[in-house]
């Protein structure tokens, strides 16, 4: 099984940086997924890391530490929009390759 | 291309009475999921299929919850008879493949009163 833990709410400033970390207990590391879903809506793709490191993706990039059990998404440039839930979703090898995800970080966006 | 669909977006029911979810995935996605959200959580697994096989069922309620995907593409989840508790957002989900990354439906919310 697998303890997934990110924080419940976070709260930033427009044009600020935002760092959400999540942290993973799992027998069997297949890979970490970052959505993004906003208030009544269906959760996006934003990243997906299998390999330790850093994987930028224009204002998103997503770190992966697999000996720490650790990733965090990193927002730049922070806009109104980006306020929204972020959920950390780990997938576990060996069987049903079933991403599980955490309860979701709430993110708020203030002027 | 068209994404997830689902059907009904909303539905309000009583309790006791049943209630069916339907879900069109991704043309081509081989892999389908049935998530429940409750509000402030994040998405759980109720069953998964592999085209028409359900291959990991072990979250679905069996005794109230039952699932099919005829021919390898729609898939149907209902609940019967619906209890209080299952007020929550249905979400469906398909993939290409189960290493896939997931695509979302915008889902079906649940509330029985």
């Known amino acids: 099984g697998q303890n997934i833990d990110q924080p419940t709410e976070m709260t930033a400033t427009e044009g600020a940086i935002v760092q959400i970390n999540c942290t993973y207990q799992t027998s069997g590391f297949n890979g970490l997924f970052w959505y993004q879903q906003h208030a009544g809506e269906a959760p996006t793709f934003l990243s997906y890391?299998?390999?330790?490191g850093l994987e930028e993706k224009g204002r998103f990039s997503s770190f992966l530490s697999r000996s720490k059990g650790y990733s965090y998404l990193l927002l730049k440039e922070l806009q109104m929009k980006d306020s929204a839930s972020y959920l950390c979703?780990?997938?576990?090898?060996?069987?049903?390759?079933?991403?599980?995800f955490g309860r979701g970080t709430s993110l708020i966006v203030h002027p | 291309e068209a994404g997830v669909v689902q059907s009904p977006r909303y539905k309000i029911i009583e309790k006791k009475q049943p209630v069916a979810f339907w879900c069109n995935p991704i043309?081509?996605?081989?892999?389908l999921y049935w998530y429940l959200q409750n509000l402030g959580q994040g998405p759980e697994l109720l069953i998964r299929y592999e085209n028409e096989e359900a291959v990991d069922d072990s979250q679905l309620p069996k005794d109230r919850f039952s699932a099919e995907r005829l021919k390898g593409v729609d898939s149907t989840l209902k609940i019967q008879p619906a209890e209080l508790g299952d007020s929550a957002v249905y979400l469906c989900?398909?993939?290409?493949?189960?290493?896939?990354?997931?695509?979302f439906g915008e889902g079906s919310r649940l509330t029985v009163l």
């Open positions: 043309s081509g996605h081989n892999t």
């Open positions: 989900a398909s993939s290409l493949s189960q290493t896939g990354e997931l695509f």
């Open positions: 890391n299998v390999l330790d």
């Open positions: 979703a780990v997938r576990e090898r060996g069987g049903s390759y079933i991403p599980t």
